[in-house]
Protein backbone atom coordinates (compact mmCIF):
# COMPACT_ATOMS: atom_id res chain seq x y z
CA UNK A 1 0.00 0.00 0.00
CA UNK A 2 1.52 3.55 -0.53
CA UNK A 3 1.02 5.67 2.26
CA UNK A 4 1.75 8.88 1.19
CA UNK A 5 4.40 8.11 -1.00
CA UNK A 6 5.90 5.48 1.30
CA UNK A 7 5.90 2.00 0.54
CA UNK A 8 4.17 -0.11 3.26
CA UNK A 9 4.77 -3.94 1.74
CA UNK A 10 5.18 -5.50 5.54
CA UNK A 11 9.32 -5.29 5.21
CA UNK A 12 9.91 -1.55 4.90
CA UNK A 13 11.78 0.27 7.87
CA UNK A 14 8.58 2.10 9.93
CA UNK A 15 7.88 5.05 9.48
CA UNK A 16 7.57 8.21 11.87
CA UNK A 17 4.73 10.48 12.77
CA UNK A 18 6.01 13.43 15.12
CA UNK A 19 5.31 16.79 16.21
CA UNK A 20 4.02 18.45 19.72
CA UNK A 21 0.49 17.58 20.93
CA UNK A 22 -0.71 21.11 20.13
CA UNK A 23 -0.09 24.14 17.85
CA UNK A 24 1.07 26.67 20.71
CA UNK A 25 2.77 29.25 18.38
CA UNK A 26 3.96 29.71 15.45
CA UNK A 27 7.99 29.76 16.88
CA UNK A 28 7.04 26.63 18.36
CA UNK A 29 5.70 24.51 15.51
CA UNK A 30 8.92 25.79 13.13
CA UNK A 31 11.29 25.00 15.32
CA UNK A 32 10.08 21.86 16.23
CA UNK A 33 9.66 20.79 12.41
CA UNK A 34 12.83 21.85 11.42
CA UNK A 35 14.58 19.36 14.13
CA UNK A 36 12.51 16.59 13.33
CA UNK A 37 13.43 17.42 9.76
CA UNK A 38 16.99 17.53 10.15
CA UNK A 39 16.87 14.14 12.81
CA UNK A 40 14.89 12.13 10.23
CA UNK A 41 17.06 12.83 6.93
CA UNK A 42 19.47 12.03 9.22
CA UNK A 43 18.62 8.17 10.20
CA UNK A 44 16.93 7.70 6.67
CA UNK A 45 13.21 7.55 8.25
CA UNK A 46 9.86 8.45 6.04
CA UNK A 47 8.81 11.53 8.33
CA UNK A 48 5.27 13.37 8.93
CA UNK A 49 4.93 15.88 11.06
CA UNK A 50 2.32 16.01 13.76
CA UNK A 51 0.05 18.68 15.34
CA UNK A 52 -3.60 19.76 16.48
CA UNK A 53 -5.20 23.04 16.00
CA UNK A 54 -7.86 21.65 18.42
CA UNK A 55 -7.87 19.23 21.01
CA UNK A 56 -11.38 19.09 21.81
CA UNK A 57 -11.37 16.18 24.39
CA UNK A 58 -9.74 17.93 26.89
CA UNK A 59 -10.14 16.96 30.47
CA UNK A 60 -10.92 20.64 32.41
CA UNK A 61 -13.12 23.76 30.34
CA UNK A 62 -10.21 25.84 31.06
CA UNK A 63 -8.12 23.58 29.45
CA UNK A 64 -5.49 25.11 26.35
CA UNK A 65 -6.68 23.53 22.96
CA UNK A 66 -5.07 25.39 20.46
CA UNK A 67 -5.13 28.32 18.00
CA UNK A 68 -8.33 26.98 16.09
CA UNK A 69 -8.95 25.47 12.45
CA UNK A 70 -7.97 28.82 10.64
CA UNK A 71 -5.27 30.47 12.16
CA UNK A 72 -3.82 26.23 12.95
CA UNK A 73 -4.37 25.53 9.09
CA UNK A 74 -2.53 28.53 8.32
CA UNK A 75 0.52 27.64 10.12
CA UNK A 76 0.65 24.05 9.34
CA UNK A 77 0.63 25.12 5.66
CA UNK A 78 3.34 27.36 6.18
CA UNK A 79 5.29 24.56 8.15
CA UNK A 80 4.66 22.24 5.15
CA UNK A 81 5.84 24.20 2.64
CA UNK A 82 9.00 26.43 4.16
CA UNK A 83 10.06 22.59 4.97
CA UNK A 84 8.92 20.72 2.25
CA UNK A 85 6.85 17.94 4.85
CA UNK A 86 3.71 15.73 4.76
CA UNK A 87 1.35 17.01 7.51
CA UNK A 88 -0.78 14.88 10.17
CA UNK A 89 -3.49 16.32 12.07
CA UNK A 90 -7.02 16.07 13.69
CA UNK A 91 -9.74 16.22 12.70
CA UNK A 92 -13.06 16.49 14.52
CA UNK A 93 -16.10 16.59 12.69
CA UNK A 94 -17.54 15.88 9.43
CA UNK A 95 -17.61 19.34 8.06
CA UNK A 96 -14.17 19.67 9.02
CA UNK A 97 -12.52 17.89 6.68
CA UNK A 98 -12.94 19.15 3.49
CA UNK A 99 -10.55 22.49 4.82
CA UNK A 100 -8.35 19.98 6.69
CA UNK A 101 -7.60 18.06 2.75
CA UNK A 102 -6.59 21.24 1.53
CA UNK A 103 -3.45 21.05 4.07
CA UNK A 104 -2.88 17.68 5.60
CA UNK A 105 -1.75 14.59 3.95
CA UNK A 106 -2.98 12.79 6.79
CA UNK A 107 -6.15 12.82 8.50
CA UNK A 108 -6.44 11.58 11.95
CA UNK A 109 -9.52 10.35 13.18
CA UNK A 110 -9.17 10.82 17.08
CA UNK A 111 -9.61 7.91 19.62
CA UNK A 112 -13.02 9.06 21.02
CA UNK A 113 -14.49 9.12 17.88
CA UNK A 114 -12.93 6.19 15.93
CA UNK A 115 -16.29 4.32 15.03
CA UNK A 116 -18.49 7.33 14.04
CA UNK A 117 -19.53 6.63 10.50
CA UNK A 118 -20.14 10.17 9.40
CA UNK A 119 -16.76 11.55 9.96
CA UNK A 120 -15.02 8.13 8.75
CA UNK A 121 -16.92 8.72 5.49
CA UNK A 122 -16.50 12.20 5.16
CA UNK A 123 -12.81 11.79 5.65
CA UNK A 124 -12.52 9.18 3.28
CA UNK A 125 -14.34 11.19 0.55
CA UNK A 126 -11.43 13.58 0.53
CA UNK A 127 -8.85 11.33 -0.99
CA UNK A 128 -6.15 11.70 1.69
CA UNK A 129 -4.68 8.93 3.99
CA UNK A 130 -6.52 8.59 7.24
CA UNK A 131 -4.75 7.10 10.26
CA UNK A 132 -7.96 6.13 13.07
CA UNK A 133 -6.64 5.95 17.03
CA UNK A 134 -8.24 2.68 17.90
CA UNK A 135 -10.16 3.57 21.08
CA UNK A 136 -9.38 2.41 24.26
CA UNK A 137 -12.49 0.43 24.62
CA UNK A 138 -12.15 -1.32 21.26
CA UNK A 139 -10.82 -4.50 20.98
CA UNK A 140 -7.98 -4.96 17.93
CA UNK A 141 -10.36 -7.58 16.12
CA UNK A 142 -12.94 -4.33 15.66
CA UNK A 143 -10.40 -2.48 13.82
CA UNK A 144 -11.45 -4.34 10.42
CA UNK A 145 -14.66 -2.55 10.89
CA UNK A 146 -13.75 0.64 11.16
CA UNK A 147 -11.38 -0.18 7.64
CA UNK A 148 -14.33 -1.63 5.69
CA UNK A 149 -15.86 2.26 6.34
CA UNK A 150 -13.40 3.61 4.74
CA UNK A 151 -12.80 1.29 1.60
CA UNK A 152 -16.14 1.59 1.13
CA UNK A 153 -16.12 5.47 0.66
CA UNK A 154 -12.94 5.05 -1.89
CA UNK A 155 -10.45 5.49 1.16
CA UNK A 156 -7.07 3.68 -0.50
CA UNK A 157 -4.62 4.88 1.79
CA UNK A 158 -5.28 3.89 5.71
CA UNK A 159 -3.70 2.99 9.24
CA UNK A 160 -4.82 2.43 12.66
CA UNK A 161 -3.08 3.37 15.23
CA UNK A 162 -2.98 1.66 18.93
CA UNK A 163 -2.62 3.50 22.00
CA UNK A 164 -3.61 1.05 24.45
CA UNK A 165 -6.43 -0.20 26.36
CA UNK A 166 -8.51 0.82 29.21
CA UNK A 167 -7.35 -1.03 32.18
CA UNK A 168 -9.45 -0.20 35.45
CA UNK A 169 -9.66 3.52 36.40
CA UNK A 170 -6.89 6.23 34.93
CA UNK A 171 -4.71 3.57 33.43
CA UNK A 172 -4.22 2.34 29.95
CA UNK A 173 -2.53 -1.44 29.15
CA UNK A 174 -0.61 -2.30 26.12
CA UNK A 175 -1.54 -5.54 24.42
CA UNK A 176 2.08 -6.54 22.13
CA UNK A 177 -0.82 -8.78 20.51
CA UNK A 178 -2.86 -6.18 19.68
CA UNK A 179 -0.44 -5.58 16.64
CA UNK A 180 -0.31 -8.72 14.98
CA UNK A 181 -4.32 -9.20 15.37
CA UNK A 182 -4.71 -5.87 13.66
CA UNK A 183 -1.78 -6.69 10.72
CA UNK A 184 -3.21 -9.50 10.21
CA UNK A 185 -6.41 -8.34 8.88
CA UNK A 186 -4.10 -6.23 6.32
CA UNK A 187 -4.47 -3.04 8.15
CA UNK A 188 -0.81 -1.21 8.13
CA UNK A 189 -0.45 -0.52 12.34
CA UNK A 190 1.07 2.32 14.25
CA UNK A 191 2.34 2.58 17.73
CA UNK A 192 1.06 5.49 19.40
CA UNK A 193 4.30 5.69 22.47
CA UNK A 194 3.38 8.52 23.78
CA UNK A 195 -0.72 8.26 24.53
CA UNK A 196 0.23 5.10 25.79
CA UNK A 197 1.68 5.86 28.84
CA UNK A 198 -1.52 8.43 29.61
CA UNK A 199 -3.20 7.93 32.59
CA UNK A 200 -6.42 9.61 31.40
CA UNK A 201 -9.05 11.32 33.52
CA UNK A 202 -8.34 11.54 37.37
CA UNK A 203 -8.78 15.33 37.75
CA UNK A 204 -8.68 18.13 35.74
CA UNK A 205 -5.35 17.45 34.03
CA UNK A 206 -4.70 13.96 32.59
CA UNK A 207 -1.65 12.53 34.17
CA UNK A 208 0.85 10.41 32.64
CA UNK A 209 4.05 8.07 33.13
CA UNK A 210 6.71 9.55 30.44
CA UNK A 211 9.48 7.01 31.44
CA UNK A 212 8.25 4.13 30.31
CA UNK A 213 7.63 5.81 26.45
CA UNK A 214 10.99 4.16 25.54
CA UNK A 215 10.47 1.04 27.17
CA UNK A 216 7.29 0.72 25.32
CA UNK A 217 8.60 1.74 21.89
CA UNK A 218 10.90 -1.12 21.84
CA UNK A 219 8.98 -3.79 22.97
CA UNK A 220 6.15 -1.99 19.68
CA UNK A 221 9.67 -1.70 17.83
CA UNK A 222 10.14 -6.02 18.51
CA UNK A 223 6.38 -6.70 17.66
CA UNK A 224 6.84 -5.44 13.52
CA UNK A 225 4.75 -2.15 13.64
CA UNK A 226 4.83 -0.07 10.26
CA UNK A 227 4.69 3.00 11.83
CA UNK A 228 5.84 5.02 15.19
CA UNK A 229 3.71 8.10 16.65
CA UNK A 230 5.12 10.41 19.20
CA UNK A 231 3.99 13.44 20.88
CA UNK A 232 7.10 15.74 20.97
CA UNK A 233 8.14 18.75 22.68
CA UNK A 234 11.05 21.26 23.87
CA UNK A 235 10.19 21.03 27.06
CA UNK A 236 7.30 18.89 27.57
CA UNK A 237 7.10 19.58 31.51
CA UNK A 238 6.12 23.27 30.36
CA UNK A 239 3.81 22.00 27.51
CA UNK A 240 -0.02 23.47 27.19
CA UNK A 241 -1.19 19.63 26.52
CA UNK A 242 -0.18 16.17 27.66
CA UNK A 243 2.55 17.85 29.69
CA UNK A 244 3.15 14.49 31.68
CA UNK A 245 3.33 12.24 28.41
CA UNK A 246 4.70 14.49 25.64
CA UNK A 247 8.37 12.95 25.11
CA UNK A 248 11.61 15.36 24.92
CA UNK A 249 12.50 16.66 21.87
CA UNK A 250 16.40 16.33 22.09
CA UNK A 251 16.61 12.72 23.02
CA UNK A 252 14.30 11.67 20.39
CA UNK A 253 17.32 10.89 17.76
CA UNK A 254 18.80 8.86 20.18
CA UNK A 255 15.67 6.49 20.66
CA UNK A 256 14.94 6.45 17.11
CA UNK A 257 18.70 5.08 16.97
CA UNK A 258 17.37 1.88 19.07
CA UNK A 259 14.52 1.31 17.65
CA UNK A 260 15.93 1.49 14.05
CA UNK A 261 18.25 -1.12 15.38
CA UNK A 262 15.32 -3.35 16.59
CA UNK A 263 12.97 -3.07 13.16
CA UNK A 264 15.74 -3.87 11.38
CA UNK A 265 16.63 -7.50 13.11
CA UNK A 266 12.99 -8.24 13.10
CA UNK A 267 12.41 -7.18 9.80
CA UNK A 268 15.64 -8.87 7.95
Request: some cysteine; hydrophobic content about 40%.
Amino acid sequence: MDYCGYNLDGKQRFFLIAGPCVIESRDMIFRNAEYLKQVTERLGLFFIFKSSYDKANRSSISSFRGPGIDEGLKILSDVKHEFDLKILTDVHSPEETSAVSEVADVLQIPAFLCRQTDILVSAAHTGKAINVKKGQFLAPGDAGNIVEKLISSGCKSYSVTERGFSFGYNNLIVDMRSFDIIKSQNIPVIFDATHSAQLPGGGAVTGGERHFIPLLSRSAAAAGIDGLFMEVHHSPEQALCDASNQFYLNRTEELLKTLIDIDNIVKS
